[in-house]
C-alpha cells in the first residue's frame, strides 16, 4: 500500500509529470513521502481542477466529499486504480496533502474485520448515536497512547508526579520511529509535558515509553483496561516490547508469550524481552501475530477516554494544534483531537470534535486483517463512513 502525507509548501514545484507517476505508482514512495505542491496556496477549485486534468485531462473526479475548507476526492484514469486524495490548506504557503490507492481488488475490504462508533458526549456522559462491531476488542496501534497520556495525567492530578518533572532517557528507552525522540542521547532529559506533546503530536515511541516508565505500566494497564477497553490479560506493552516480541527471531519465545496468561506475559516482558536486540526494520517486513500482540480498545470505549482528557485543564495546552487529518474533516466538525495509529494489517484512529451547534461528538474506528499483509484504502475507506453517518449524527444531536 502507498499512503503519502506531509507538508505542501511554496516555492518547490512539482512537474505535472511527477504527481502523475506518484499516483501511478511508479515512484518508489513511503508513508509520510513530503509531497511539495506548486507555487501557490491551493484552493479547493484549484485543486480539484488540478486532479482533474493532471496528465492532459486522463484522471477524472467520480467522488466528490471536499467541503468547505478540505478537498476531499476520489479520481481514476482509464486503465488505472482509483485514487483517494485529501488536501487542507494551512495559512498561505503551507497545506497537507494525502493521496491512497484503493485495493486492486475492492472486495477485499470485506475480508476485513471494520468496527466504529460516534457518539453523543453530554452531560449525561457518552450516547453512541451510530456504530459497527462497536463493542468488539481491535488493535488500534498508536491511538493506545491515549491511555498512556490519560494514566500520566491522573497521576499528575493525583500530585505524585508534575509536569515539568524532568525524564532521563536511557538506552533501553530509544525506540524505533514514528518520533524522533530516539535520536536524543542517552542521558537526555525532558518534561513530563514535553513527552505527552511528543506522544500526541508526532506519535513519538520513546517519549511514549517514557511516560510508561514514570507512571508505571500497571497504572497504565489500569486505565486502558478500564477506559480503552484493552485486554486485561494482555500486560500494557512499551513499544519497544512490541517491536522486538513482533520482529524477533526467537519464535518459541513469542509463541510463549501468545499463548501465556498475564503473569507468564509479564514474566516474559521483565526477563526475557529486554535481552532481546532491537530489529532493524525498513517497513517492509511483516511482523509476527500482529493480531495478539498489540494494544487493543473498543471503539465505542473510546468515548470514555476523551471525556477525561477533555475534562482535565491541561489537556488544552498539550493538544494545540492537534487537529485531524484532511481525510477526516466534516463540514461543521471542528476538531478538538485527534489520534491515529496503524501498522501492518491494521489501522485504527479515534478522535472528538465540537459541532457547529455547540455539542461535541466522539468518533472511533478500526479495521484489521487477519493477513498482516493485505491493506487496502481503509483510512478513507473509514473517514468515509464517517461522512455517511455524519449528517444524521448532527440532525440527532443539533436537531
Known amino acids: 500500500m502507498l499512503l503519502l502525507t506531509g507538508c505542501v509548501t511554496s516555492g518547490s514545484a512539482t512537474a505535472a509529470t511527477d504527481l502523475v507517476a506518484m499516483l501511478n505508482g511508479e515512484l518508489d514512495l513511503r508513508a509520510d513521502f513530503v509531497q511539495m505542491f506548486p507555487d501557490k496556496r491551493v484552493t479547493i477549485s484549484d485543486t480539484i481542477e488540478a486532479l482533474a486534468t493532471i496528465g492532459g485531462g486522463a484522471w477524472e473526479v467520480v467522488d466528490d466529499r471536499s467541503t468547505a475548507t478540505v478537498t476531499r476526492v476520489t479520481i481514476q484514469a482509464p486503465g488505472s486504480r482509483r485514487y483517494d486524495i485529501a488536501y487542507r490548506s494551512v495559512g498561505d504557503t503551507y497545506g497537507m496533502f494525502v493521496a491512497m490507492p484503493r485495493s486492486v481488488d475492492e472486495a477485499s475490504v470485506g475480508e476485513a474485520k471494520v468496527g ?5 458526549l453530554g452531560e449525561s456522559g457518552c450516547e453512541q448515536l451510530a456504530g459497527e462491531n462497536s463493542d468488539d476488542r481491535f488493535p488500534v496501534s498508536s491511538v493506545s497512547k491515549l491511555a498512556v497520556v490519560g494514566a500520566t495525567l491522573d497521576a499528575v492530578e493525583a500530585g505524585w508526579l508534575r509536569m515539568d518533572d524532568q525524564l532521563e532517557i536511557h538506552a533501553q528507552d530509544r525506540s524505533l520511529p514514528s518520533g524522533t525522540w530516539h ?28 511516560l510508561i516508565r514514570a507512571v508505571g505500566r500497571a497504572s497504565v494497564h489500569d486505565f486502558a483496561v478500564n ?22 527471531a526467537d ?69 494545540e494544534p492537534l487537529m485531524a487529518p484532511p481525510e477526516f474533516e466534516l463540514q461543521g466538525w471542528h476538531s478538538l ?5 496503524y501498522a501492518p494489517g491494521n489501522r485504527g484512529f479515534s478522535g472528538v470534535a465540537e459541532l457547529d451547534c455547540g455539542e461535541i461528538v466522539s468518533y472511533s474506528g478500526a479495521v484489521a486483517f487477519g493477513d498482516a499483509g493485505l491493506d487496502v484504502e481503509s483510512a478513507f ?8 453517518e455524519s449528517l444524521a449524527v448532527e440532525e440527532t444531536v443539533c436537531g
Request: hydrophobic content about 45%.
Open 381 to 388: 475507506y473509514l473517514a468515509n463512513i464517517l461522512s455517511n
Open 183 to 210: 535520536t536524543l542521547p542517552v542521558g537526555a532529559k525532558r518534561s513530563v509535558a514535553e513527552a505527552m506533546s511528543a506522544a500526541l503530536h508526532s506519535s513519538d515511541n520513546t517519549a511514549n515509553d517514557l
Open 337 to 341: 483531537g485527534h489520534k491515529a495509529g
Open 227 to 248: 477506559l480503552l477497553g484493552h485486554d486485561p490479560e494482555l500486560p500494557f506493552l512499551t513499544t519497544v516490547e512490541l517491536f522486538k516480541l513482533s520482529w524477533s
Open 251 to 319: 519464535t518459541e519465545l513469542r509463541s510463549r508469550f501468545v499463548s501465556g496468561d498475564f503473569q507468564e506475559r509479564l514474566t516474559i516482558l521483565v526477563e526475557d524481552v529486554p535481552t532481546l536486540p532491537m530489529p532493524v526494520l525498513d517497513y517492509d517486513e511483516e511482523p509476527v501475530e500482529h493480531l495478539q500482540i498489540q494494544w487493543f480498545g473498543r471503539p465505542d470505549a473510546l468515548c470514555a477516554v476523551w471525556a477525561v482528557l477533555l475534562a482535565d485543564s491541561r489537556w488544552d495546552e498539550l493538544v
Open 116 to 120: 466504529y462508533s460516534i457518539a453523543h
